[in-house]
């Protein structure tokens, strides 16, 4: 590859070059380096104020041109909700008792007792018309004409009094007023009867009765049973309660059709089929959002929801409120509108406390690894520095993917803990290169600014191999097709890229102010203290780092060693293989809250009790666009295909249609004897404005928008939408629910009904279950063909190059196996850390591989001065990620557990593969250095530099008086050569790192 290798020695002599000069110019100009560095860091800030939150799913994690948002847009444009639920869960062994009410009724109090701008909760409550009023009315309507003895001159006066007898009865004592009316709303009123009174009124006095109806603010809870009056409910039996929930059809409150029992979870029934007893019980608020002042809310889900500020502070006051009621008899949680956007943001911004931690046991293992342990050249400030230069890089990170366009997602939260273990591996190498320098007699009598130039000519070449490696292998998750991915990706390389300049700028010009300060004698602690001739203590002078690494190069020499670390390479790649088999793909955005939030709380208990409900994120919707009588059969094709998905119990679970209700009210209130019959332009227009007026459709008004007023008793408009109401079933993974989804989505294409489509709240994450893998697998690839393509650019050896693939590709193999058996599924987040891990793994056999290649003698001498040189850079930058890594374990954030298993993995089997197996591997097989003749009883004839390089990298860190001997006289014929080389801007002086 002679082509190559002469382009990668021209590039890589002008890099050296470039980083000499400015390793000069950095010594000479410090402080205006590092007033560069801030204000370009204050420039780049100014993104910021692009900066924006993202944290619905169908904007992450799904393609933007997906099917699913473009029918969230029509969703949004035809069913704009103006309403906000908020939904309390209560929790306890029986929450049917007495007792339990009574707590439902205190927090039903005092939530109605919150007031914000003046307004309590029946002041910004949604409103809806009450239905037992038509019933009711008319039957007291009936009992005063016959008791009035069939006059009729009262009969015209009756509905223009309706109210004032409606208050009347309400003003009666309370003592008086019976519990609950069985004969009228249990499950045992006579319907006919019912017919009979709602027949007896007049279609003109019907709906001026439905037009003047009281409305009252719609919540639903179990105490309306008792119309939330306190006496009532403070002496209910458990016997009321159990006879209440079983027999009751209608609300007593409303006048609805209701089932008590989907208020209820973990309902316990005895052998006859009754309820007696459950686990939970939930209440519901619903607030109307007014259109002065109303903005489009943030953190709503993947709906459009508006929200103003009064409502937005009820309900922050709801949520404060309500979780203070439990106690060791009943849980009680809440889900406000609020509440995802609150938690969202929380984990959007990360744990202080966990970033503190981190950056505080880093900080202090960077000191003790920079400096030694004496006040002189303890190195305080420089590692303080090389800290401050990671957060740097991590605004000027997110202030760029701001002004760019991107937005900051959940998983941001994990850049200043990857920008920590990543970016200070750059300190690392600069400073061993700085100690290597200094340890190097060759470099005696040389200025301070050419010891830096030096130190970044060595050390500027291979940070800057690991961070292109790096930037490349984060950058490619641009062109994924999830929006939140690329999103990430981006500042990630940015971020990085960013910590590279600082290291090389920022942290240079500090390296050397603080190496004139030890010159000075000036303390680490208090620099304004000087010392004179000062003498550390012979303990603080020890490297104990280059003591281990001696011990481990003889390790490197020994078969055994060898064959055990082979074993031991391919036992953990057999376990990787299988646990990647046995890896399960699952995303579940509920994951993405913290697990101790009490969001998270409530939403698996409402998911595991409420099943069925159309509150779960597995309820939604089949749209439909204009239609008219026509298109009816299509309706009954559609309803007929999810009635039987339904009783055959593969699909769906539960569905709702407003085309059932309409048909049974044709045929037993309108005397049609089937649904062709009223199939024409003048009796469906009319039916179904009298079904959605009467007590059997009201609930179905809101499935449809008109392009003009419905009014009662006028043929109904011209219809421009309409939906039924579904739920799936809670599906295990995607073997299951894609082929569920592919059932209901062909019954809606071939019913053909105008615009068709079904949308349901979790189809974002089944869409991401569908693309996740493909999307990890050609992350990886092409992350993988970006460190093969530089690495080969840039070290010029195509086996290196493979053997360094060989290291990522088996560590990732083991990073995604040891995942399956540490409880962790492929989704968005584990993909997204995966990814990740190469871009980590990698800089562990880079750095050594470009120490192998630069170093002279045998593949074992090589490999001995490799170790030597860089290892322990490498082995403190695996710790220092650790280190950055270990409090994550005990976070309750998804994200966090997630990205701590998934980089200590990572950290485990990199540094493995990369100072243990790595130099196993070349020690065998290894590129041999051709231009220096190692054979025995030849006198090899070599330039000076290559004669330093040997000499110098068997002797240079012995402790042994021999060999230090022998090092002073084997570099003194090369000294006048290597000062010459600084010199020389056409040599290639990649000698050492």
């Given at each position: 590859?002679p082509t190559l290798k002469g382009t990668s020695s021209y590039f890589v002599t002008k890099l050296e070059l470039l980083f000499f000069k400015w390793g000069k110019f950095v010594a000479l100009h410090p402080y205006?380096?590092?007033?560069?560095?801030?204000?370009?860091?204050?420039?780049?800030?100014?993104?910021?104020?692009?900066?924006?939150?993202?944290?619905?799913?169908?904007?992450?994690?799904?393609?933007?041109?997906?099917?699913?948002?473009?029918?969230?847009?029509?969703?949004?444009?035809?069913?704009?909700?103006?309403?906000?639920?908020?939904?309390?869960?209560?929790?306890?062994?029986?929450?049917?008792?007495?007792?339990?009410?009574?707590?439902?009724?205190?927090?039903?109090?005092?939530?109605?007792?919150?007031?914000?701008?003046?307004?309590?909760?029946?002041?910004?409550?949604?409103?809806?018309?009450?239905?037992?009023?038509?019933?009711?009315?008319?039957?007291?309507?009936?009992?005063?004409?016959?008791?009035?003895?069939?006059?009729?001159?009262?009969?015209?006066?009756?509905?223009?009094?309706?109210?004032?007898?409606?208050?009347?009865?309400?003003?009666?004592?309370?003592?008086?007023?019976?519990?609950?009316?069985?004969?009228?709303?249990?499950?045992?009123?006579?319907?006919?009867?019912?017919?009979?009174?709602?027949?007896?009124?007049?279609?003109?006095?019907?709906?001026?009765?439905?037009?003047?109806?009281?409305?009252?603010?719609?919540?639903?809870?179990?105490?309306?049973?008792?119309?939330?009056?306190?006496?009532?409910?403070?002496?209910?039996?458990?016997?009321?309660?159990?006879?209440?929930?079983?027999?009751?059809?209608?609300?007593?409150?409303?006048?609805?059709?209701?089932?008590?029992?989907?208020?209820?979870?973990?309902?316990?029934?005895?052998?006859?089929?009754?309820?007696?007893?459950?686990?939970?019980?939930?209440?519901?608020?619903?607030?109307?959002?007014?259109?002065?002042?109303?903005?489009?809310?943030?953190?709503?889900?993947?709906?459009?929801?508006?929200?103003?500020?009064?409502?937005?502070?009820?309900?922050?006051?709801?949520?404060?409120?309500?979780?203070?009621?439990?106690?060791?008899?009943?849980?009680?949680?809440?889900?406000?509108?609020?509440?995802?956007?609150?938690?969202?943001?929380?984990?959007?911004?990360?744990?202080?406390?966990?970033?503190?931690?981190?950056?505080?046991?880093?900080?202090?293992?960077?000191?003790?690894?920079?400096?030694?342990?004496?006040?002189?050249?303890?190195?305080?400030?420089?590692?303080?520095?090389?800290?401050?230069?990671?957060?740097?890089?991590?605004?000027?990170?997110?202030?760029?993917?701001?002004?760019?366009?991107?937005?900051?997602?959940?998983?941001?939260?994990?850049?200043?803990?990857?920008?920590?273990?990543?970016?200070?591996?750059?300190?690392?190498?600069?400073?061993?290169?700085?100690?290597?320098?200094?340890?190097?007699?060759?470099?005696?009598?040389?200025?301070?600014?050419?010891?830096?130039?030096?130190?970044?000519?060595?050390?500027?070449?291979?940070?800057?191999?690991?961070?292109?490696?790096?930037?490349?292998?984060?950058?490619?998750?641009?062109?994924?097709?999830?929006?939140?991915?690329?999103?990430?990706?981006?500042?990630?390389?940015?971020?990085?890229?960013?910590?590279?300049?600082?290291?090389?700028?920022?942290?240079?010009?500090?390296?050397?102010?603080?190496?004139?300060?030890?010159?000075?004698?000036?303390?680490?602690?208090?620099?304004?203290?000087?010392?004179?001739?000062?003498?550390?203590?012979?303990?603080?002078?020890?490297?104990?780092?280059?003591?281990?690494?001696?011990?481990?190069?003889?390790?490197?020499?020994?078969?055994?060693?060898?064959?055990?670390?082979?074993?031991?390479?391919?036992?953990?790649?057999?376990?990787?293989?299988?646990?990647?088999?046995?890896?399960?793909?699952?995303?579940?955005?509920?994951?993405?809250?913290?697990?101790?939030?009490?969001?998270?709380?409530?939403?698996?208990?409402?998911?595991?009790?409420?099943?069925?409900?159309?509150?779960?994120?597995?309820?939604?919707?089949?749209?439909?666009?204009?239609?008219?009588?026509?298109?009816?059969?299509?309706?009954?094709?559609?309803?007929?295909?999810?009635?039987?998905?339904?009783?055959?119990?593969?699909?769906?679970?539960?569905?709702?249609?407003?085309?059932?209700?309409?048909?049974?009210?044709?045929?037993?209130?309108?005397?049609?004897?089937?649904?062709?019959?009223?199939?024409?332009?003048?009796?469906?227009?009319?039916?179904?404005?009298?079904?959605?007026?009467?007590?059997?459709?009201?609930?179905?008004?809101?499935?449809?928008?008109?392009?003009?007023?419905?009014?009662?008793?006028?043929?109904?408009?011209?219809?421009?939408?309409?939906?039924?109401?579904?739920?799936?079933?809670?599906?295990?993974?995607?073997?299951?629910?894609?082929?569920?989804?592919?059932?209901?989505?062909?019954?809606?294409?071939?019913?053909?009904?105008?615009?068709?489509?079904?949308?349901?709240?979790?189809?974002?994450?089944?869409?991401?279950?569908?693309?996740?893998?493909?999307?990890?697998?050609?992350?990886?690839?092409?992350?993988?063909?970006?460190?093969?393509?530089?690495?080969?650019?840039?070290?010029?050896?195509?086996?290196?190059?493979?053997?360094?693939?060989?290291?990522?590709?088996?560590?990732?193999?083991?990073?995604?196996?040891?995942?399956?058996?540490?409880?962790?599924?492929?989704?968005?987040?584990?993909?997204?850390?995966?990814?990740?891990?190469?871009?980590?793994?990698?800089?562990?056999?880079?750095?050594?591989?470009?120490?192998?290649?630069?170093?002279?003698?045998?593949?074992?001498?090589?490999?001995?001065?490799?170790?030597?040189?860089?290892?322990?850079?490498?082995?403190?930058?695996?710790?220092?990620?650790?280190?950055?890594?270990?409090?994550?374990?005990?976070?309750?954030?998804?994200?966090?557990?997630?990205?701590?298993?998934?980089?200590?993995?990572?950290?485990?089997?990199?540094?493995?593969?990369?100072?243990?197996?790595?130099?196993?591997?070349?020690?065998?097989?290894?590129?041999?250095?051709?231009?220096?003749?190692?054979?025995?009883?030849?006198?090899?004839?070599?330039?000076?530099?290559?004669?330093?390089?040997?000499?110098?990298?068997?002797?240079?860190?012995?402790?042994?008086?021999?060999?230090?001997?022998?090092?002073?006289?084997?570099?003194?014929?090369?000294?006048?050569?290597?000062?010459?080389?600084?010199?020389?801007?056409?040599?290639?002086?990649?000698?050492?790192?």
């Open positions: 590859m205006q380096v590092i007033l560069s560095c801030l204000i370009a860091t204050a420039c780049c800030s100014l993104g910021l104020l692009k900066f924006r939150e993202e944290t619905k799913a169908n904007l992450l994690w799904i393609p933007p041109d997906s099917e699913y948002n473009s029918n969230q847009d029509w969703v949004d444009a035809n069913f704009t909700k103006s309403t906000r639920e908020e939904f309390v869960l209560f929790k306890s062994d029986n929450v049917l008792t007495p007792d339990s009410l009574k707590q439902m009724l205190v927090v039903h109090k005092a939530v109605g007792r919150i007031e914000k701008d003046g307004k309590r909760f029946h002041n910004i409550c949604a409103r809806v018309p009450i239905a037992a009023d038509v019933i009711d009315e008319e039957e007291k309507r009936r009992k005063k004409r016959q008791a009035l003895m069939g006059s009729s001159d009262h009969s015209d006066d009756y509905y223009e009094n309706f109210y004032d007898e409606y208050l009347e009865e309400d003003d009666q004592d309370e003592s008086n007023t019976g519990r609950i009316d069985f004969d009228k709303y249990s499950k045992k009123v006579n319907i006919t009867k019912v017919d009979e009174l709602l027949d007896d009124i007049s279609q003109a006095n019907y709906c001026a009765l439905v037009s003047s109806l009281e409305e009252k603010c719609i919540q639903t809870s179990l105490l309306e049973i008792w119309s939330y009056k306190e006496h009532l409910v403070n002496t209910v039996t458990r016997e009321e309660i159990l006879t209440a929930v079983n027999l009751l059809a209608r609300s007593p409150w409303y006048g609805y059709d209701v089932d008590y029992a989907s208020l209820l979870g973990g309902i316990t029934r005895n052998s006859s089929g009754h309820i007696v007893g459950a686990k939970t019980a939930q209440m519901v608020w619903v607030v109307e959002v007014p259109e002065e002042g109303r903005v489009i809310s943030a953190h709503s889900g993947v709906e459009l929801e508006f929200a103003d500020p009064t409502t937005l502070a009820w309900e922050s006051e709801m949520i404060e409120t309500v979780l203070g009621f439990s106690s060791d008899k009943m849980e009680v949680l809440v889900n406000a509108a609020r509440s995802l956007g609150d938690v969202s943001t929380q984990s959007v911004f990360f744990d202080a406390a966990l970033l503190g931690g981190g950056y505080t046991i880093m900080f202090i293992y960077t000191i003790l690894m920079l400096g030694r342990l004496n006040t002189l050249e303890v190195r305080l400030m420089l590692a303080g520095a090389g800290i401050v230069s990671i957060g740097m890089g991590f605004v000027i990170g997110i202030g760029i993917s701001s002004l760019l366009g991107f937005p900051v997602t959940p998983v941001h939260a994990l850049l200043p803990f990857l920008c920590l273990g990543i970016g200070i591996d750059d300190m690392f190498v600069i400073s061993q290169c700085w100690a290597n320098m200094k340890k190097n007699p060759l470099h005696d009598g040389l200025s301070h600014p050419e010891q830096l130039g030096s130190s970044l000519k060595h050390a500027g070449v291979a940070v800057t191999v690991t961070t292109l490696t790096d930037v490349f292998a984060f950058g490619v998750g641009a062109v994924t097709q999830m929006p939140g991915l690329a999103a990430f990706c981006v500042c990630t390389a940015i971020s990085l890229g960013a910590i590279y300049l600082l290291q090389i700028s920022w942290f240079a010009a500090w390296m050397s102010l603080d190496e004139e300060r030890i010159a000075a004698g000036r303390d680490g602690l208090v620099p304004c203290i000087v010392h004179k001739d000062y003498q550390p203590s012979a303990c603080s002078r020890t490297s104990y780092g280059d003591i281990i690494v001696k011990q481990y190069a003889k390790l490197l020499s020994t078969s055994v060693f060898k064959v055990l670390v082979i074993i031991a390479t391919l036992g953990f790649l057999g376990f990787g293989v299988w646990g990647s088999l046995l890896m399960r793909q699952k995303f579940d955005p509920v994951l993405l809250l913290p697990s101790d939030s009490y969001l998270r709380r409530w939403k698996s208990l409402h998911d595991q009790f409420y099943y069925g409900s159309g509150w779960t994120i597995y309820s939604g919707e089949i749209y439909s666009s204009e239609f008219n009588h026509s298109d009816l059969h299509k309706f009954e094709h559609l309803s007929s295909g999810l009635q039987q998905f339904v009783d055959e119990g593969q699909s769906l679970g539960v569905f709702d249609s407003w085309w059932s209700k309409l048909k049974e009210y044709a045929t037993q209130k309108k005397n049609f004897t089937s649904w062709e019959d009223f199939a024409n332009p003048t009796d469906f227009k009319m039916i179904l404005s009298d079904f959605l007026f009467s007590p059997y459709g009201f609930n179905y008004k809101s499935s449809f928008k008109f392009e003009d007023d419905l009014v009662c008793d006028e043929p109904a408009p011209r219809i421009k939408a309409s939906k039924f109401k579904m739920e799936y079933l809670n599906f295990d993974g995607p073997e299951e629910h894609i082929p569920a989804k592919k059932l209901v989505t062909d019954l809606v294409t071939s019913s053909n009904i105008p615009g068709g489509f079904s949308h349901v709240q979790v189809y974002t994450a089944w869409e991401t279950d569908q693309i996740i893998g493909f999307e990890m697998m050609r992350n990886i690839g092409l992350a993988l063909v970006c460190v093969f393509i530089i690495t080969l650019v840039l070290l010029a050896n195509f086996p290196i190059c493979l053997l360094v693939l060989n290291n990522v590709v088996i560590t990732l193999v083991n990073i995604v196996g040891f995942l399956h058996f540490w409880g962790i599924a492929i989704d968005i987040v584990s993909c997204i850390n995966i990814v990740l891990a190469i871009g980590l793994c990698v800089d562990y056999s880079v750095h050594i591989g470009h120490a192998y290649l630069v170093s002279k003698g045998s593949r074992l001498e090589k490999v001995v001065e490799a170790m030597t040189t860089i290892g322990p850079a490498v082995f403190n930058g695996g710790l220092t990620t650790f280190l950055a890594l270990v409090l994550l374990g005990g976070s309750t954030s998804h994200v966090f557990v997630t990205f701590f298993k998934v980089f200590v993995l990572t950290v485990t089997f990199g540094l493995f593969h990369g100072l243990v197996l790595f130099p196993v591997l070349l020690s065998l097989v290894g590129p041999q250095d051709k231009s220096l003749q190692l054979a025995h009883n030849v006198e090899p004839a070599v330039p000076a530099e290559t004669e330093k390089a040997v000499c110098y990298a068997n002797a240079a860190f012995s402790t042994e008086e021999s060999d230090s001997r022998k090092r002073r006289e084997c570099v003194e014929s090369a000294k006048m050569y290597e000062a010459s080389l600084y010199y020389q801007p056409d040599h290639n002086t990649s000698v050492i790192i």
